[in-house]
């Protein structure tokens, strides 16, 4: 007969979830930033521009900061 621990395994699937969800989100927000820095520059608004720009540079930073964070907890999870 297998046991199972049910409470880690539902552990695991609710931050799988709200993991992925977050770096989605986070994503296409730098996707957002970028897309609309390309709009406001060919309209001639270099301050929206750059606020958009900025927006999609710090989305995907963060972003790339949740990659590593994961992959540090998934390391040392002893």
Request: proline share 3%; glycine share 8%.
């Amino acid at each position: 007969m297998i046991v199972l621990a049910t409470a880690p395994l539902l552990k695991m699937i609710y931050w799988a979830a709200i993991a992925g969800v977050s770096v989605a989100v986070v994503f296409s927000v730098a996707v957002f930033g970028v897309i609309r820095s390309g709009d406001m520059r060919r309209a001639h608004r270099p301050g929206a521009s750059a606020r958009f720009a900025t927006l999609g540079m710090l989305a995907l930073l963060a972003a790339g900061a949740i990659a590593v964070v994961g992959l540090f907890v998934v390391i040392h999870k002893s």
